[in-house]
């Protein structure tokens, strides 16, 4: 089946560092992507939507500057937190959505990523 | 947007115990997903059910569509059924995950 490769699964760093999160399609080409982020004790919220070779489609109220989401190929889609605050630390989730000519539901066809646990110290 | 929230918002069960969970959403949808996110935060499908009833073992759901609300039917609960339970509602292009029930089932 259709499978989301998430990396890395945990990460720390210091306050002011940038990190970069990864999220790949293994098995089936992806031509959006969209990314997660999911507070403790909280629900999934949407960031933002990633379409290959153009900007992404953020949700109001994410900061496009602090965010920055680069989807360069049909396999790969990349989260960069920039200066990155102990606030930021969270856990952010992508899924890759398959054609949904190959399912009944637009929802069934989106998989996701085991996710990015992001502590900021 | 479209609103979706469930309850009971956290629930304790005795190992072996039957529950029910619910989501109710404020408009018409196409689409309707229940997820299990396990402790290490893994989303598991289980069921997509926008309108009707489905089975997979211990658990069932049932969506009415027309009363905009989906319950998830889990019996004879187990420890690992453990976790958050979220449904979610969805088109083509954006997922709406609802607020989420907090399970946890004790030996």
């Not at chain 1, 990396?7 to 992806?30: M, N, Y």
């Not at chain 1, 909280?42 to 994410?62: I, P």
């Not at chain 2, 529950?19 to 499908?45: A, E």
């Not at chain 2, 339970?85 to 004790?106: H, S």
């Amino acid at each position: 089946g259709a499978v989301v490769s998430q990396h890395p699964s945990w990460v720390i760093c210091k306050s002011g560092t940038s990190v970069k999160i990864e999220c790949r399609s293994l098995d089936f080409q992806a031509t959006t992507m969209f990314w997660y982020r999911q507070f403790p004790k909280q629900s999934l919220m949407l960031m933002a939507t990633s379409n290959e070779g153009s900007k992404a489609t953020y949700e109001q109220g994410v900061e496009k500057d602090k965010f920055l989401i680069n989807h360069a190929s049909l396999t790969l889609s990349t989260l960069t937190v920039t200066s990155a605050h102990p606030e930021d630390s969270s856990f952010y989730i992508c899924s890759a959505r398959d054609s949904p000519r190959k399912t009944t539901s637009a929802l069934m066809a989106q998989h996701f990523g085991d996710g990015t646990r992001l502590s900021i110290l | 947007g479209i609103q979706v929230e469930q309850s009971p918002p956290d629930l304790i069960l005795q190992e072996g115990a039957n529950s029910t969970l619910r989501c109710n959403f404020s408009d018409s949808v196409n689409n309707l997903q229940w997820f299990h996110q396990n402790p290490w935060g893994q989303l598991i499908n289980l069921f997509y059910i926008p309108s009707g009833t489905k089975q997979n073992g211990r658990l069932s759901a049932t969506t009415v569509a027309t009363e905009r609300y989906s319950l998830l039917y889990i019996s004879s609960s187990q420890t690992t059924d453990s976790g958050v339970y979220f449904c979610a509602v969805g088109g083509y292009q954006k997922v709406t995950f609802g607020t989420g029930t907090k399970l946890q089932v004790i030996p």
